[in-house]
């Protein structure tokens, strides 16, 4: 898992506007990708050199983000990130349960 510090400069590919209502929605999913990216649940190797986080935000939230760490020593550009839905979230959360004692 990458060892990533709150004071990471993060770069964001551009955001369909038509996936957000307001300027609030945009700017709340940017807080809760990079809150994933600084403490992800799971952090794994992507295809073509890039990675994917999950986790699950303060505000219970899970999301997935799509990343490539940028050459720039402390900065990430980040290509997606979306709300897991369905069988996707599903198995996050068998692979994340605790076992009984």
């Known amino acids: ?3 990533l510090s709150p004071d990471m400069t993060f770069a964001y590919s551009s955001i369909p506007k038509q996936m957000f209502r307001t300027f609030t929605d945009i700017m709340s999913l940017e807080s809760e990708v990079e809150e994933i990216l600084i403490h992800p649940a799971e952090d794994r190797p992507g295809k073509g050199g890039s990675r994917v ?3 699950r935000t303060s505000s219970g939230r899970f999301l997935r983000v799509v990343y490539v760490p940028d050459p720039e020593q402390n900065s990430i550009f ?3 990130a979306y709300e897991l839905k369905g069988k996707p979230l599903t198995a996050f959360q068998r692979r ?3 076992k009984p004692r």
């Open 96 to 98: 994340h349960r605790r």
């Open 78 to 80: 980040v290509i997606t």
């Open 53 to 55: 986080a999950l986790g």
């Open 1 to 3: 898992m990458r060892d």
